[in-house]
T-cell receptor, first 114, second 118 residues
Framework: EAGVAQSPRYKIIEKRQSVAFWCNPI?????LYWYQQILGQGPKLLIQ????????DSQLPKDRFSAERLKGVDSTLKIQPAKLEDSAVYLC????????????FGPGTRLTVL | AQKVTQAQTEISVVEKEDVTLDCVYE???????LFWYKQPPSGELVFLIR??????QNEISGRYSWNFQKSTSSFNFTITASQVVDSAVYFC???????????????FGKGTRLHILP
């Protein structure tokens, strides 16, 4: 079974630039999550989708971050404009149902904002 | 509000030693779930275990064991006879369950970086 795919693996941009990350979850997983993991911290949930609907985006900085999951499969996370404090690893995960079951994580995208 | 504390930022042990990773949690709910995830250098978090608040039985899986004590709000993880491949960051996490609602979310601790020295 293929795992969660993410691209790119690494991205370096200057502040105020835009960036987008892509995630392809495990086939059949209805729930998709985007996490931000700052160095030395645990992952923090940014947004959770159930199929193509948003379930929780309470911790998403909506003035600069946006995410979509068209057709309930792939998802993109965008940052526009980026700030220095956005430097982090962005993890995508998926699960069959609620966050109370096992989540499967992708390898993440390491973003460096200069 | 829910909170997970992993007081040990970094631990180093020599291979074959036993090591325990501590996890203390805070929650107001009586129904909740606790998790451990492993993050190896490759970056992908790997699920290790899930435990619900009504099941205080300790669990053993090979060299891994977990000790859940509601009285002290702790869910500690022990690796017996550690191996170099166990080197990783380990995260404890908590989710409050509202009848398995889809909007439950997991709160992660800051993690413990474990170094197993050959």
């Amino acid at each position: 079974e293929a795992g969660v795919a993410q691209s790119p693996r690494y991205k370096i941009i200057e502040k105020r630039q835009s960036v987008a990350f892509w995630c392809n979850p495990i086939s059949g997983h209805a729930t998709l999550y985007w996490y931000q993991q700052i160095l030395g911290q645990g992952p923090k949930l940014l947004i959770q989708f159930q199929n193509n609907g948003v379930v929780d985006d309470s911790q998403l900085p909506k003035d600069r971050f946006s995410a979509e999951r068209l057709k309930g499969v792939d998802s993109t996370l965008k940052i526009q404009p980026a700030k220095l404090e956005d430097s982090a690893v962005y993890l995508c995960a998926s699960s069959f149902g609620t966050p109370l079951v096992e989540q499967f994580f992708g390898p993440g995208t390491r973003l460096t904002v200069l | 509000a829910q909170k997970v504390t992993q007081a040990q930022t970094e631990i180093s042990v020599v291979e074959k030693e036993d090591v325990t990773l501590d996890c203390v949690y805070e929650t107001r709910d009586t129904t909740y779930y606790l998790f451990w995830y492993k993050q190896p250098p490759s970056g992908e978090l790997v699920f290790l275990i899930r435990r619900n608040s009504f099941d205080e039985q300790n669990e053993i899986s090979g060299r891994y064991s977990w000790n859940f004590q509601k009285s002290t709000s702790s869910f500690n993880f022990t690796i017996t006879a550690s191996q170099v491949v166990d080197s990783a960051v380990y995260f404890c996490a908590l989710s409050e369950a509202r009848a398995m609602n889809r909007d439950d979310k997991i709160i992660f601790g800051k993690g413990t970086r474990l170094h197993i020295l050959p």
